[in-house]
């Protein structure tokens, strides 16, 4: 009885999110993009200075070859072996540029140590130019971390953390220097891609572009994409059929699938699942085992025994003895108590929804790793009309 409102509360929040799943459509920005209006990922090495003895330890080699190199492209020689780099730590640096980004304009970075620093906290990035994949530079990356964190350490080892201390961010840290060529105007066809593929959400968005133009220029060539030919009044003003297209609503189709993740306990049930008939019974098995220990201990002023007596052993049982000639006995004694829930047999009728199957469950007072075990038996059984999907 103890676990009934947390029973109850779990299934509300899953009806609630079925609920408000089903009761809108969604606009075609959130579920589908254009094909070629994407970010793309840079990436650089760089070094953080200024640290308060927290950067990277001597024997960290990268770290004092880079500061070497870095010092003698700027006319300073210094001896490798004399480097102190605790306040110096190398780091790489990650960001995105945006699509249709244009020279001078700010993007955040995401700067993560490399080495062994202890702590980000207080330092500078130096100017760190970020490439792509052809390796060209795109972006050049500088200024003041912002880490979310700290760590704090005393002489005799302890300390204390907060957070991740060793991974940073700069807010437009850094700067765009070349662009990438993204050309919309002229396009005589666009190429809509759906985040989720399947075949009856295409048909739909189809249909939806369709009637918004009132001629027939969108057409489904798989289950992921919508080819979109442009009208000639529009070649010249893309941007605005674009953006016609995507604050069209659209209902999407989802398959019927439970997600199961038994890490976590946590069942998720889509609103296309339906049961066949069946009788549905589930009792828990609990099993509890408490060890005792019985000492047994001779008067105050018993005699010593000899040696190779006080070697009895306890009975069976597990009751305490007294050992003679003055020995300490001890017996280990075991409680084991076994017990079954008393469950009745439930009838699931044919064609249930997911809230006749929410309800019928909670009536039986399973718990969320319970569900997990009846939803493979009764998908087992050939009821579930729906697939399983394993975390």
Known sequence: MKNRPIHISFYCLLAFVFCVSSASAIRLKDMSSFKGVRNNQLMGYGLIVGLNGTGDKAGTDFTVQSLVNMLERMGVHVDKANVNMKNVAAVMVTSNIPPFAKIGQKVDITISSLGDAQSLQGGTLLLTPLRGVDRKVYALAQGPLSVGGYTAGGAAGGGATKNHPTVARISRGASIEREIPITLQGREFLTLMLNNP?????????????????????????????????????????????????????????????????????VVIGENVRISTVAVAHGNLSIQIKENINVSQPSPFAPAAPAGVGTTQAPMSGGPIMAPGGQTVVSPNSDVYAAEEDNKLLLVPSGSTIGELVRALNAIGVTPRDLMT????????????????IL
């Open 198 to 266: 399947d075949f009856t959400t295409a048909i739909r968005v189809r249909n939806s572009i369709n009637e918004k133009f009132g001629q027939i220029l969108a057409s489904t060539s798989d289950s992921g994409t919508v080819q979109i030919q442009v009208p000639h009044n529009f070649r010249n003003n893309i941007v605005q059929m674009i953006a016609a297209i995507e604050n069209l609503q659209v209902v999407p189709d989802t398959v019927a699938k439970v997600i199961v993740n038994e890490k976590t306990g946590t």
């Open 374 to 389: 009846i939803l493979m038996s009764i998908k087992a059984a050939g009821a579930l009309q729906a697939e399983i999907e």
